[in-house]
C-alpha cells in the first residue's frame, strides 16, 4: 500500500533530518558543564526550577567576567523519578565536560550514584536530606563522590518534631507519609523524636486525590497535629481538604513542602498558620541584592533551595576559577574546600560529605498566602 | 489491622465512599457503554475526563476570571457559574469521545477484528492526550477557585454533609435516572441495547450502527465530563495524571458491577467508593488499591459476571 | 501486489538451503552482536551512552516482548500484568542474591523459577477466564505485586533495594560501568535462546496447541486440546522469559525500587508485541527494537517523546492493524510421527 511507503520515508526523513541537528559544531575553546539533576518538569517541577535557576544565576555572574574557561548548564531532568534518576545520571556521567553536579531529590540521587562514583565526578547537593547518603553503614552510602549544603533529615526530624508541638497544650499528633524514600526517611526520624505524643500514621502515595480515610483516622486519634512529611503538591491536596473537613489544630511539614506553590494549591484561607521546617535560608533573606538580581534575571521571585543551589554552584566555580579543571581535581578541592557563603558562613564538610559542625535548620510558617522565616527550629 | 477507627468514624467513611463512589460511577460509564457495544475497553476514557476537568477550571478562570483567591460565589452568580462549569466539562469531554471515536477506533472496525488493535490505539490516544496536557501545563497541577463554599449543611449521625458533597450525590442521581430512561426508553438507547445484545444482527436489522456508536461514545463523555466537573467541586485541582489515576479505579469499578451495563455501573462505582473507605481505614490508605483489586479478582472468580452483570458475553470456559 | 517484508523474508529462507540458511543465520547473529559500533555513527543517542540503551530498554524489552509474545502472540491470552514476572525476577535477584550471597548466574534459575511460580499461581488461578476479564485480572495482579512490593518494609519498600552485584567477570568479560557491552551481549544470548525455545515449541505440539487455541478456544476444546494445561504452559513459559530479563536487569542497574514496576511498563510491551505483529518472533522483535530506541534517539525533542510515540502508536494501528510484520495465516506444523 501506498501508506506505508509515505510513512516509511517519512520516518526515516524524521530520523535523518534530528540526527544532522544533533551533530553538534566542534567548539573552540574550553566550556565546562555543571550538570543540575533534579524535577525540572513533573508534579514537583517548581523544586527544581527553583533550583536550577540558582544555578543559572551564579553562572551568568561568573561568565560575565568574561573567564578563560565558560562554564554552561547541564540541564538532567529526573521528575523525582527513581528510575529516570538513573538514565539520567547515567547520561550526565557520561559528558566529558561535566565536572560536576548537583543532585536535588534522594531518591534519584541515590539511583544516580554508582554512574557519579565510578566516573569520579563530585555532588555538591542542594537538598538531598535522606541520612543514608552520608551514612557508612547505609547501602545507599554516597562517599567518595556526594556532599550536601544542607542539613540532613536527622537534624531535621527532631526540629519538625519541635516546631510541630510549640505551644500546643497536650500534643497529639498524627503523622502521613508518601511512601517516597525522602518521606520515610523523614518520618522515621520525626516519628522517633516524637516519643509518646505521636498517636497515629498513615500512609497515601504520591499521586493520592482523595485523603477522606486518612482525615477520618485523624478525627478518630483526636489529634490536634498533623506532621505530613511528603512533597508540596500533594500535601497542599491533603492540607485543603483536612481543613476543609473542620480540622482545627496544627499542620506542619517538612522542606518537600516548602514551596511557593504550596500556600495557592492548598488556599489562603487552609494554609493560614501551616509550619514548616527546611535546612535553607530564603535568598530574599540571605542577599536582598542578589535576589532583585534574579528577579530581573527570570522574572520570578526565587524558591525553595535556590541559595543552595547558587551557593553550591559556586563552590564549584571557585575550584575552576583556581585552575582545577578535572573531575579528580575537582573533587578533591571540593573535599578540603573553605567556602564563605553569601550569608558569611564558612562552609565545609565532613568526611562523610555532610557539612562539618552543627547544622543549620530553619522554621517557617505560611501568612496570607506567603511563607515566612520564624527562626531557627 | 485497625477497626477502631471504621467503627467509630463509619457514618463519615461511608458518606465519604458514596461521593467518591458517585464520581467512579460516572467515570465508570465512559468505559462500561463503549464495552457493551464494541468489546472495547476505552482506554482513552482516562483522558476525556482529565480533558474535563480542565474545561471546567478554565471556564472558571479563563470566561469568569476568577482566581485561586477569589471569594466564594452566592445566590444567581453561583448556579449560572456552577452550570457553565457542568456544561464546558460534559461539553469538551462528549467532545473528546465522540472524535477519539472517529479518529482511533472507527476504522479499524471496518479494516480488522483483531481487538487488540483497537485496544492499543486506544493506548496510544491516552498517551498522546496525556502528554499533550502534560506539555501545555508543564507538569504542574491546576488549582481551581473556589467557586462553591464548602459549608456543612447538616449532620447525620455524625458524618458532616457538606453541600459540595450532597450536590455531587443528588446530581448524579438525577444524571443516572435520566440515562437509565434513555437507555430503556428511547429508541436511539434501544438501539444500543440492540448493538451490545448482537452487533451482527443488529446490523442487519438496518439499525445505523455509526449512528448508535457515536452516540454510546457521546453518552458516555457526557457522564464521564459531569464526573470530571464534580471531581474539580469537591477536590479543586486537577492534573494531567489524574486521569489514569481515576481511569484504572472506575474501570475496575465498571468489571466489578458488570461490564457492559448502566446498572452495572452504578453499583460497582458505590462499591469501589465504600471499599476503598472502609479498607483505608482498616488496613491504611496504602492498601486501598489492592483490597479493590483483590476483590476484584475474587468477584471475577466465583461471580464472572460482575455484581450485577448479564450475560453478555461468557465469561467462564 | 504491495511489498511484504514478512513473505519477502520468508520467500528468501523458504529458497535457500540449509547452509545458506546457517550462513545468514550467522550473519545476522554477527550483525546482532556488533551492534555497539554503530555508537559513533548518526544512530547515536544523544544524552544516554548508546550501548547501554542497547541493553536497557531496548535489549530487555525486546526480551520481554517476545516472552509477551508467546502469550498474547501465540496463545491469544490478553496479560495487562507482564509487569509482575519481571518484578519477581528483579527482586529475586535484589534479595537471595545479597542473603544467600549468590551471584547473578547462581540466582538466575533461581529468579526463573521463582517467576515461573508466580506464573503458575496466577495462571491457575485466572485462566478459565476469557478475554478482556482475563486482562484486567493480570492488571490486578501486576498492580498488587507493586503496591506489595512498596507497602512491605521487609523487602526495602519504597526504598527498594541497593547496593545489587553486578555479575562476576565470565568468560573473560568484564560486567561494570566501564563494559556496557558486556551486558548487552549477555542479552542478545538470552534472546537467542528464546528464540531458539519459541520456534522448538511452536512447530511441536505445544505450539499447535497455542495457534487452536488463538484461533477459537471452543473449536480447539471440543477437538480434545486440553486448553487449559497448554494456557498454563504459555503463561508460565512467558513468566519466565520476564523473570529471567527482571535479573538480568537488577544486576545491571544495582537499585530497584517498586516505582519502576509500573503498569506502564506492561502496557508498553503489549504495545511493541501488537505494533510489531503478534504472534510473529521477528515482527515482534521489530516493534520492540523501533519502539524502545525511537524515544530514546529523539530524546533532544526530549519534552515530546511520549506524545509521538502516542501518535505513532495511532498512525501504526489505523495503517497496518495486523503489525510491521505480520503472523503467517497458517503456523508450520512439524509431523511428527512419536508425538500423537
Not at chain 2, 479494516?111 to 490516544?125: D, E, H, W
Given at each position: 500500500?501506498?501508506?506505508n511507503?509515505?510513512?516509511?520515508?517519512?520516518?526515516?526523513?524524521?530520523?535523518?533530518?534530528?540526527?544532522?541537528?544533533s551533530?553538534?559544531p566542534?567548539s573552540?575553546?574550553?566550556?565546562?558543564?555543571i550538570?543540575?539533576?533534579?524535577?525540572?518538569?513533573?508534579?514537583?517541577?517548581?523544586?527544581?526550577?527553583?533550583?536550577?535557576?540558582?544555578?543559572?544565576l551564579?553562572?551568568?555572574?561568573?561568565?560575565?567576567?568574561?573567564?578563560?574557561?565558560?562554564?554552561?548548564a547541564?540541564?538532567?531532568d529526573?521528575?523525582g523519578?527513581?528510575?529516570?534518576?538513573?538514565?539520567v545520571?547515567?547520561?550526565?556521567?557520561?559528558?566529558?565536560?561535566?565536572?560536576?553536579?548537583l543532585?536535588?531529590?534522594?531518591?534519584?540521587?541515590i539511583?544516580?550514584?554508582?554512574?557519579?562514583?565510578?566516573?569520579?565526578?563530585?555532588?555538591?547537593?542542594p537538598?538531598a536530606?535522606?541520612?543514608?547518603?552520608?551514612?557508612?553503614?547505609?547501602?545507599s552510602?554516597?562517599?567518595?563522590v556526594f556532599?550536601?549544603?544542607?542539613?540532613?533529615d536527622?537534624?531535621?526530624?527532631?526540629?519538625?518534631?519541635?516546631?510541630a508541638?510549640?505551644?500546643?497544650?497536650?500534643?497529639?499528633v498524627?503523622?502521613?507519609?508518601?511512601?517516597?524514600?525522602?518521606?520515610?526517611?523523614?518520618?522515621?526520624s520525626?516519628k522517633a523524636?516524637?516519643?509518646?505524643a505521636l498517636?497515629?500514621s498513615?500512609?497515601?502515595?504520591?499521586?493520592?486525590?482523595?485523603?477522606?480515610?486518612?482525615?477520618?483516622?485523624?478525627?478518630?486519634?483526636?489529634?490536634?497535629i498533623?506532621?505530613?512529611?511528603?512533597?508540596?503538591?500533594?500535601?497542599?491536596?491533603?492540607?485543603?481538604?483536612?481543613?476543609?473537613?473542620?480540622?482545627?489544630?496544627v499542620f506542619?511539614?517538612?522542606?518537600?513542602?516548602l514551596?511557593?506553590?504550596?500556600p495557592?494549591?492548598a488556599?489562603?484561607?487552609?494554609?493560614?498558620?501551616a509550619?514548616?521546617t527546611?535546612?535553607?535560608?530564603p535568598?530574599?533573606v540571605?542577599?536582598?541584592?542578589?535576589t532583585?538580581?534574579?528577579?530581573?534575571e527570570?522574572?520570578?521571585?526565587?524558591?525553595?533551595?535556590?541559595?543552595?543551589a547558587?551557593?553550591?554552584?559556586?563552590?564549584?566555580?571557585?575550584?575552576i576559577?583556581k585552575?582545577?579543571?578535572?573531575?579528580?581535581?575537582?573533587?578533591?578541592?571540593?573535599?578540603?574546600?573553605?567556602?564563605?557563603?553569601?550569608?558569611?558562613?564558612t562552609?565545609?564538610?565532613?568526611?562523610f560529605?555532610d557539612?562539618?559542625?552543627s547544622?543549620?535548620?530553619n522554621?517557617?510558617?505560611?501568612?496570607?498566602?506567603?511563607?515566612?522565616?520564624?527562626?531557627k527550629? | 489491622?485497625?477497626?477502631?477507627?471504621?467503627?467509630?468514624e463509619?457514618p463519615?467513611?461511608t458518606?465519604?465512599?458514596i461521593?467518591?463512589?458517585?464520581i467512579?460511577?460516572?467515570?465508570?460509564l465512559?468505559?462500561?457503554?463503549?464495552?457493551?457495544?464494541?468489546?472495547l475497553?476505552?482506554?482513552?476514557?482516562?483522558e476525556?475526563?482529565?480533558?474535563?476537568?480542565?474545561a471546567?477550571?478554565?471556564?472558571?478562570?479563563?470566561?469568569?476570571?476568577?482566581?485561586?483567591?477569589?471569594?466564594?460565589?452566592?445566590?444567581?452568580?453561583?448556579?449560572?457559574?456552577?452550570?457553565a462549569?457542568?456544561?464546558g466539562?460534559?461539553?469538551?469531554?462528549g467532545?473528546?469521545?465522540?472524535?477519539?471515536?472517529?479518529?482511533a477506533?472507527?476504522?479499524?472496525?471496518?479494516?480488522?477484528?483483531?481487538r487488540l488493535?483497537?485496544?492499543?490505539?486506544?493506548?496510544?490516544?491516552?498517551?498522546?492526550?496525556?502528554?499533550?496536557?502534560r506539555?501545555l501545563?508543564s507538569?504542574?497541577?491546576?488549582?481551581?477557585p473556589?467557586?462553591?463554599?464548602?459549608?456543612?449543611?447538616?449532620?447525620?449521625?455524625?458524618?458532616?454533609?457538606?453541600i459540595d458533597?450532597?450536590?455531587?450525590?443528588i446530581?448524579?442521581?438525577?444524571?443516572?435516572?435520566?440515562?437509565?430512561?434513555?437507555?430503556?426508553k428511547?429508541?436511539?438507547?434501544k438501539?444500543?441495547?440492540a448493538?451490545?445484545?448482537?452487533?451482527?444482527?443488529?446490523k442487519?436489522?438496518?439499525?445505523n450502527?455509526?449512528?448508535?456508536i457515536?452516540?454510546t461514545?457521546?453518552i458516555?463523555g457526557?457522564g464521564?465530563g459531569?464526573?470530571?466537573f464534580f471531581?474539580?467541586?469537591?477536590?479543586?485541582?486537577?492534573?494531567?495524571r489524574?486521569?489514569?489515576?481515576?481511569?484504572?479505579?472506575?474501570?475496575?469499578?465498571?468489571v466489578?458491577?458488570?461490564i457492559?451495563?448502566i446498572?452495572?455501573a452504578f453499583?460497582?462505582?458505590?462499591?469501589?467508593?465504600?471499599i476503598?473507605?472502609?479498607?483505608?481505614a482498616?488496613?491504611?490508605?496504602?492498601?486501598?488499591?489492592?483490597?479493590?483489586?483483590?476483590?476484584?479478582v475474587?468477584?471475577?472468580l466465583?461471580?464472572?459476571?460482575?455484581?450485577?452483570?448479564?450475560?453478555?458475553?461468557?465469561?467462564?470456559? | 501486489?504491495a511489498?511484504n517484508?514478512?513473505?519477502?523474508?520468508?520467500?528468501?529462507?523458504?529458497?535457500?538451503?540449509?547452509w545458506?540458511?546457517?550462513?545468514?543465520?550467522?550473519?545476522?547473529?554477527i550483525?546482532?552482536?556488533?551492534?555497539?559500533?554503530?555508537?559513533?555513527?548518526?544512530?547515536?543517542?544523544p544524552?544516554?551512552?548508546?550501548?547501554?540503551?542497547?541493553?536497557?530498554?531496548?535489549?530487555?524489552?525486546?526480551?520481554?516482548?517476545?516472552?509477551?509474545n508467546?502469550?498474547?502472540?501465540?496463545?491469544?491470552l490478553?496479560?495487562?500484568?507482564?509487569?509482575?514476572?519481571?518484578?519477581?525476577?528483579a527482586?529475586?535477584?535484589?534479595l537471595?542474591?545479597?542473603?544467600?550471597?549468590?551471584?547473578?548466574?547462581?540466582?538466575?534459575?533461581?529468579?526463573?523459577?521463582?517467576?515461573m511460580?508466580s506464573?503458575?499461581i496466577?495462571?491457575?488461578?485466572?485462566?478459565?477466564?476469557?478475554?478482556d476479564?482475563?486482562?484486567?485480572?493480570?492488571?490486578g495482579?501486576?498492580?498488587?505485586?507493586?503496591i506489595?512490593?512498596?507497602?512491605?518494609?521487609?523487602?526495602?519498600?519504597?526504598?527498594?533495594?541497593?547496593?545489587?552485584a553486578?555479575?562476576?567477570?565470565?568468560f573473560?568479560?568484564?560486567?561494570?560501568?566501564?563494559h556496557?557491552?558486556?551486558?548487552?551481549?549477555?542479552?542478545?544470548?538470552?534472546?537467542?535462546?528464546?528464540?531458539?525455545?519459541?520456534?522448538i515449541?511452536?512447530i511441536?505440539?505445544?505450539?499447535?496447541?497455542?495457534?487452536?487455541?488463538?484461533?477459537?478456544e471452543?473449536?480447539?476444546e471440543?477437538?480434545?486440546?486440553?486448553?487449559?494445561?497448554?494456557?498454563l504452559?504459555?503463561f508460565?513459559?512467558?513468566?519466565?522469559?520476564?523473570?529471567?530479563?527482571?535479573?538480568?536487569f537488577?544486576?545491571?542497574?544495582m537499585?530497584?525500587?517498586?516505582?519502576?514496576?509500573?503498569?506502564?511498563?506492561?502496557?508498553?510491551?503489549?504495545?511493541?508485541v501488537?505494533?510489531g505483529?503478534?504472534?510473529?518472533?521477528?515482527?515482534?522483535?521489530?516493534?520492540?527494537?523501533?519502539?524502545s530506541?525511537?524515544?530514546?534517539?529523539?530524546?533532544f525533542?526530549s519534552?515530546?517523546?511520549m506524545l509521538?510515540?502516542?501518535?505513532?502508536?495511532?498512525?501504526?494501528?489505523?495503517?497496518?492493524?495486523?503489525?510491521?510484520?505480520?503472523?503467517?495465516?497458517?503456523?508450520?506444523?512439524?509431523?511428527?510421527?512419536?508425538?500423537?
Amino acid at each position: 500500500m501506498k501508506n506505508n511507503k509515505v510513512v516509511a520515508f517519512a520516518s526515516a526523513l524524521i530520523v535523518a533530518g534530528s540526527s544532522a541537528a544533533s551533530i553538534a559544531p566542534a567548539s573552540a575553546e574550553t566550556v565546562l558543564k555543571i550538570a543540575y539533576q533534579g524535577p525540572l518538569t513533573g508534579p514537583e517541577a517548581q523544586t527544581g526550577t527553583d533550583g536550577i535557576r540558582g544555578v543559572k544565576l551564579a553562572l551568568k555572574i561568573y561568565n560575565a567576567k568574561k573567564p578563560k574557561i565558560k562554564v554552561e548548564a547541564y540541564e538532567g531532568d529526573d521528575q523525582g523519578d527513581d528510575a529516570l534518576g538513573k538514565t539520567v545520571g547515567a547520561g550526565i556521567a557520561a559528558d566529558p565536560a561535566v565536572v560536576g553536579v548537583l543532585t536535588a531529590y534522594s531518591g534519584p540521587t541515590i539511583a544516580a550514584l554508582p554512574s557519579y562514583k565510578a566516573a569520579g565526578i563530585v555532588i555538591v547537593s542542594p537538598s538531598a536530606t535522606r541520612v543514608g547518603l552520608t551514612d557508612p553503614a547505609s547501602p545507599s552510602y554516597g562517599a567518595p563522590v556526594f556532599h550536601r549544603i544542607v542539613s540532613n533529615d536527622d537534624l531535621q526530624g527532631p526540629a519538625l518534631a519541635r516546631t510541630a508541638t510549640t505551644g500546643v497544650k497536650n500534643p497529639t499528633v498524627f503523622m502521613v507519609s508518601d511512601q517516597s524514600s525522602y518521606s520515610e526517611g523523614l518520618f522515621a526520624s520525626t516519628k522517633a523524636a516524637l516519643g509518646t505524643a505521636l498517636e497515629g500514621s498513615d500512609k497515601a502515595a504520591k499521586g493520592t486525590t482523595d485523603f477522606s480515610a486518612t482525615i477520618s483516622k485523624v478525627k478518630a486519634a483526636k489529634a490536634n497535629i498533623v506532621i505530613y512529611t511528603g512533597y508540596y503538591a500533594d500535601g497542599a491536596k491533603f492540607l485543603k481538604q483536612l481543613r476543609d473537613k473542620n480540622f482545627k489544630g496544627v499542620f506542619a511539614a517538612g522542606d518537600g513542602v516548602l514551596n511557593s506553590e504550596f500556600p495557592k494549591l492548598a488556599g489562603k484561607r487552609q494554609s493560614e498558620g501551616a509550619r514548616l521546617t527546611a535546612p535553607i535560608v530564603p535568598l530574599e533573606v540571605a542577599s536582598p541584592k542578589l535576589t532583585a538580581d534574579f528577579k530581573k534575571e527570570f522574572g520570578a521571585a526565587p524558591g525553595v533551595y535556590t541559595t543552595e543551589a547558587f551557593t553550591a554552584t559556586n563552590m564549584i566555580l571557585e575550584a575552576i576559577t583556581k585552575g582545577k579543571t578535572s573531575r579528580a581535581d575537582i573533587l578533591a578541592y571540593i573535599k578540603a574546600i573553605k567556602y564563605k557563603n553569601i550569608a558569611g558562613v564558612t562552609v565545609s564538610f565532613n568526611e562523610f560529605g555532610d557539612l562539618s559542625g552543627s547544622g543549620l535548620m530553619n522554621s517557617f510558617v505560611v501568612k496570607s498566602g506567603v511563607i515566612k522565616l520564624n527562626g531557627k527550629a | 489491622m485497625d477497626f477502631s477507627v471504621l467503627i467509630s468514624e463509619f457514618p463519615t467513611l461511608t458518606v465519604d465512599g458514596i461521593a467518591l463512589g458517585f464520581i467512579y460511577v460516572l467515570i465508570a460509564l465512559g468505559y462500561t457503554m463503549v464495552y457493551g457495544v464494541l468489546r472495547l475497553i476505552n482506554f482513552a476514557n482516562s483522558e476525556v475526563f482529565m480533558l474535563g476537568t480542565f474545561a471546567s477550571i478554565l471556564v472558571a478562570t479563563q470566561i469568569f476570571s476568577y482566581t485561586l483567591e477569589s471569594e466564594p460565589l452566592t445566590g444567581f452568580k453561583l448556579v449560572y457559574t456552577m452550570l457553565a462549569m457542568l456544561l464546558g466539562a460534559m461539553i469538551i469531554s462528549g467532545v473528546v469521545s465522540v472524535l477519539v471515536e472517529i479518529v482511533a477506533y472507527r476504522r479499524l472496525r471496518a479494516v480488522t477484528s483483531n481487538r487488540l488493535t483497537s485496544l492499543i490505539s486506544a493506548i496510544g490516544v491516552s498517551i498522546f492526550l496525556a502528554e499533550g496536557v502534560r506539555i501545555l501545563t508543564s507538569s504542574a497541577p491546576m488549582g481551581a477557585p473556589r467557586i462553591l463554599d464548602k459549608i456543612t449543611l447538616t449532620t447525620v449521625f455524625g458524618a458532616d454533609i457538606r453541600i459540595d458533597i450532597l450536590l455531587v450525590i443528588i446530581f448524579a442521581i438525577i444524571l443516572l435516572v435520566c440515562l437509565d430512561l434513555f437507555v430503556n426508553k428511547s429508541r436511539l438507547g434501544k438501539g444500543i441495547r440492540a448493538v451490545s445484545m448482537d452487533y451482527d444482527t443488529a446490523k442487519l436489522m438496518g439499525i445505523n450502527i455509526n449512528k448508535v456508536i457515536s452516540t454510546t461514545f457521546l453518552i458516555g463523555g457526557l457522564g464521564t465530563g459531569a464526573a470530571a466537573f464534580f471531581y474539580v467541586t469537591v477536590y479543586e485541582v486537577t492534573v494531567f495524571r489524574i486521569g489514569f489515576e481515576l481511569g484504572i479505579a472506575a474501570f475496575t469499578a465498571a468489571v466489578l458491577g458488570g461490564i457492559g451495563n448502566i446498572r452495572g455501573a452504578f453499583a460497582g462505582g458505590l462499591a469501589l467508593g465504600l471499599i476503598e473507605m472502609y479498607s483505608s481505614a482498616v488496613f491504611g490508605t496504602q492498601w486501598k488499591s489492592i483490597t479493590a483489586f483483590v476483590i476484584l479478582v475474587l468477584v471475577l472468580l466465583f461471580r464472572p459476571n460482575g455484581i450485577f452483570g448479564e450475560s453478555l458475553q461468557q465469561a467462564r470456559v | 501486489m504491495a511489498f511484504n517484508l514478512r513473505d519477502f523474508g520468508a520467500n528468501i529462507w523458504a529458497k535457500s538451503n540449509k547452509w545458506q540458511r546457517y550462513l545468514l543465520a550467522l550473519i545476522f547473529i554477527i550483525a546482532a552482536f556488533s551492534l555497539p559500533l554503530l555508537e559513533k555513527t548518526f544512530f547515536n543517542t544523544p544524552n544516554t551512552p548508546f550501548v547501554s540503551v542497547l541493553f536497557y530498554p531496548i535489549g530487555l524489552y525486546t526480551l520481554m516482548a517476545l516472552g509477551l509474545n508467546v502469550v498474547v502472540g501465540k496463545s491469544g491470552l490478553l496479560d495487562l500484568g507482564y509487569v509482575a514476572f519481571y518484578a519477581v525476577g528483579a527482586y529475586t535477584a535484589g534479595l537471595l542474591g545479597a542473603s544467600l550471597k549468590l551471584n547473578t548466574w547462581e540466582v538466575m534459575p533461581l529468579g526463573i523459577a521463582f517467576a515461573m511460580l508466580s506464573g503458575l499461581i496466577l495462571g491457575a488461578a485466572v485462566l478459565r477466564l476469557k478475554g478482556d476479564y482475563l486482562a484486567i485480572v493480570t492488571l490486578g495482579f501486576g498492580e498488587i505485586i507493586r503496591i506489595t512490593a512498596l507497602n512491605t518494609p521487609a523487602i526495602g519498600a519504597s526504598m527498594g533495594i541497593t547496593n545489587i552485584a553486578n555479575p562476576p567477570t565470565t568468560f573473560g568479560f568484564k560486567y561494570d560501568l566501564d563494559h556496557p557491552e558486556s551486558y548487552y551481549w549477555t542479552i542478545l544470548i538470552m534472546i537467542i535462546i528464546t528464540i531458539m525455545a519459541i520456534r522448538i515449541l511452536s512447530i511441536r505440539r505445544p505450539g499447535r496447541a497455542w495457534e487452536a487455541i488463538r484461533q477459537d478456544e471452543d473449536v480447539a476444546e471440543l477437538m480434545g486440546v486440553n486448553i487449559y494445561k497448554y494456557k498454563l504452559w504459555a503463561f508460565v513459559f512467558g513468566a519466565a522469559v520476564g523473570g529471567a530479563a527482571g535479573v538480568l536487569f537488577a544486576s545491571e542497574s544495582m537499585f530497584i525500587s517498586p516505582n519502576i514496576f509500573k503498569l506502564e511498563v506492561s502496557i508498553f510491551i503489549l504495545a511493541f508485541v501488537v505494533f510489531g505483529g503478534m504472534g510473529n518472533i521477528w515482527g515482534v522483535i521489530l516493534g520492540a527494537v523501533l519502539l524502545s530506541y525511537i524515544p530514546e534517539r529523539i530524546r533532544f525533542i526530549s519534552d515530546a517523546r511520549m506524545l509521538i510515540f502516542g501518535l505513532v502508536l495511532i498512525i501504526m494501528m489505523n495503517l497496518r492493524p495486523d503489525g510491521l510484520l505480520p503472523r503467517k495465516k497458517r503456523e508450520k506444523i512439524k509431523s511428527d510421527k512419536k508425538d500423537s
